[in-house]
């Protein structure tokens, strides 16, 4: 249409096209800009030309969270919440989106396993009253008449009777079934996607890498993740305490993630990730890595076992083969990245981090033996 309307005028830049920039007509800038002799009528229709066309400013098309057609990733996993029509925006410098996780993931990790110095600090010195409370109580119930169908008290045997690794995972394992059930809410969708799956390509970096631990979207994924972590919880509390266990695993998620953005950049494969699996991949790594002559098996075939060495060996062989072909059922950066702390922590980070906290420790019972007391005198 455009061309036609321009024949129509004697190739000249009649009215239909608008003016150029500063004012000038196009005779004016054909005679500013072609040489003398380019003027002649023979060649003013390609100056004109120049002059009539503009060429338009390029716009720059969001991109979608991996390569191929929209959502052509994710419909390969049903682990993952159905996102097609989310539309991310990776950075043109890629290497700058990892500066931000990269702090945010020395600063979390050692916040975590400074906090858990002090909450084992606070907890030493609570055992002792707690001691004698427990005698107190147990003396009272003795001349206390019982209940009979009393409900609250077989609560408290069930919780008694668990070891300290399940009373600890009981709270990430209710952390985990709150934000399944947010996802059944149609009205979070945006939300959800935005705060709880880790994508270096999305507007938000730093918090998914710690929310997206305690995310799952399947149900069958959430159990499975669950009970794995069940299974190892007394081994991994008493390898390393109920403190230390949780600094390890919330900065397991945390390291997992940034692994995975890591290899997201590196190979452009855009997408979100959820789940819990890097960070059980670090207590799975670190139970066989204290007792590589375990004996493990699975819940399916239970008539076969294999040493807790050997299955550490397979699962880094397969997440690595995963990451490498570019397997995109399962974040097996997260998981290879998270079975590497484990290993890192058991061989050398219990002695670089846990054993060097007592600086810490002073400090913060100095600020405590400092404080005033409540309703002391002034």
């Known amino acids: 249409m455009a061309w036609r309307g321009w024949a129509q005028r004697g190739w000249g830049c009649g009215q239909a096209w608008a003016q150029p920039a500063g004012g000038r007509s196009c005779e004016e800038l054909t005679v500013a800009v072609a040489p003398p002799r380019l003027l002649g009528r023979r060649f003013n229709f390609f100056i004109q030309q120049k002059c009539g066309f503009r060429k338009a400013p390029r716009k720059v098309e969001p991109r979608r969270s991996d390569t191929g057609t929209s959502g052509e990733a994710y419909k390969r996993s049903a682990l993952i919440p159905p996102v097609e029509e989310t539309v991310f925006y990776p950075s043109p410098y890629p290497i700058r989106t990892l500066v931000k996780p990269l702090f945010f993931t020395v600063g979390f990790t050692g916040c975590a396993f400074g906090s858990a110095a002090i909450w084992q600090y606070e907890s ?19 001349i206390r008449p019982q209940k009979e169908g009393d409900i609250r008290k077989e609560i408290n045997k069930w919780w008694n009777n668990l070891s300290d690794g399940q009373r600890t995972l009981t709270g990430i394992i209710a952390a985990n079934v709150f934000v399944f059930c947010l996802w059944r809410v149609p009205s979070l969708q945006r939300t959800m996607i935005r705060y709880f799956t880790s994508n270096p390509a999305s507007k938000v970096l730093c918090s998914p890498m710690l929310l997206s631990t305690f995310s799952h979207f399947s149900l069958f994924h959430m159990a499975a993740n669950m009970y794995v972590l069940w299974s190892f919880s007394s081994s991994i509390v008493n390898i390393l305490g109920q403190e230390q266990f949780m600094a390890v695993y919330l900065s397991a998620g945390v390291i997992s993630n940034f692994v995975s953005y890591v290899c997201k950049v590196a190979t452009g494969r855009y997408g979100p990730s959820l789940g819990a699996s890097g960070a059980i991949m670090t207590v799975l790594a670190a139970v066989c890595t204290k007792i590589p002559e375990g004996r493990l098996a699975i819940i399916f075939l239970p008539m076969f076992t294999f040493t807790a060495g050997n299955a550490l060996k397979a699962i880094i062989a397969m997440d690595t083969a995963g990451m490498i072909l570019g397997w995109k059922f399962f974040d097996h950066a997260a998981h290879l990245g998270g079975a590497l702390f484990g290993i890192w922590y058991i061989t050398y980070g219990h002695e670089l981090i846990w054993k060097n906290r007592e600086p810490l420790v002073k400090i913060w019972h100095e600020m405590r033996t400092n404080s005033p007391k409540k309703g002391g005198s002034k």
């Open 124 to 142: 030493l010195k609570s055992r002792v009253q707690s001691y004698f409370d427990g005698i107190k109580a147990d003396w009272l119930d003795s």
